[in-house]
């Protein structure tokens, strides 16, 4: 397993905005302990990003980014409640229930 920078941020920033501090803790530990790869962002990824954004519809810059920096490292699978990800050649989703 592996993740990325900006999943971690996104941790944070969801469950701080949310009010829940203490699961954002909790939550950013067990990502870390389950995925010990965690990738940081790249100019090539936010290249790559950038084009998959602009000739994929309904897709957010955020999905981009994370869509971008999974193909430049030849992952192509990842569990997510987020249906945008379908849409992007080579990005296989497990759905989260």
């Known amino acids: 397993m592996c993740t990325s920078a900006e999943v971690l941020q996104e941790i944070l920033y969801r469950y701080t905005a ?3 501090a203490d699961l954002a803790d909790r939550v950013y530990d067990l ?3 389950l995925a010990p790869t965690v990738f940081s962002v790249t100019l090539a990824d936010t290249d790559l990003a950038k084009r998959i954004l ?3 519809q309904g897709l957010s810059a ?3 980014v994370h869509a971008g920096m999974m193909l430049n490292r030849d992952v192509s699978w990842l ?3 987020d249906r945008g990800f ?3 050649e080579g990005v296989n989703r497990v759905e989260l229930r």
């Open 86 to 88: 379908d849409r992007v």
């Open 31 to 33: 990502f870390v302990g």
């Open 54 to 56: 602009l000739s994929t």
């Open 79 to 81: 569990a997510t409640f």
């Open 18 to 20: 949310l009010g829940t």
């Open 62 to 64: 955020r999905d981009a």
